[in-house]
């Protein structure tokens, strides 16, 4: 299981654009082949900083997402409205507790 975190910084007044997007395309996400979890979290201190926090079959999985039209779309979509470059990690579970 590969776990990957998206750590985006918006434009304050672009936030609203980014949770319409995210509302629209969530779904989508969701049910991609390979996609087991998806959850959107907003930072405690800034709340113009989300994380999107997925759960991949492999890494692949997450590969074919990223290259479909949809992803490509989507992101081309939210790039524009950031702040700061994204911060993307890729985790495997170690231990599960």
Avoid at 10 to 31: C, G, M, N, T, W
Avoid at 33 to 44: F, R, S, T
Wanted: aromatic share 16%; hydrophobic share 45%.
């Amino acid at each position: 299981m590969l776990i990957r975190i998206v750590r985006m910084t918006f434009q304050p007044e672009k936030v609203h654009d980014f949770l319409a997007i995210f509302d629209h395309s969530k779904d989508h996400i969701r049910y991609f082949v390979g996609c087991h979890h998806l959850e959107l979290l907003q930072d405690a201190d800034n709340q113009a900083i989300f994380s999107t926090y997925s759960h991949w079959e492999s890494a692949q999985a997450l590969e074919n997402y990223r290259q479909s039209e949809f992803f490509r779309n989507t992101w081309a979509a939210t790039k524009i409205l950031f702040a700061e470059k994204p911060l993307v990690f890729s985790h495997y579970s170690f231990i599960k507790v």
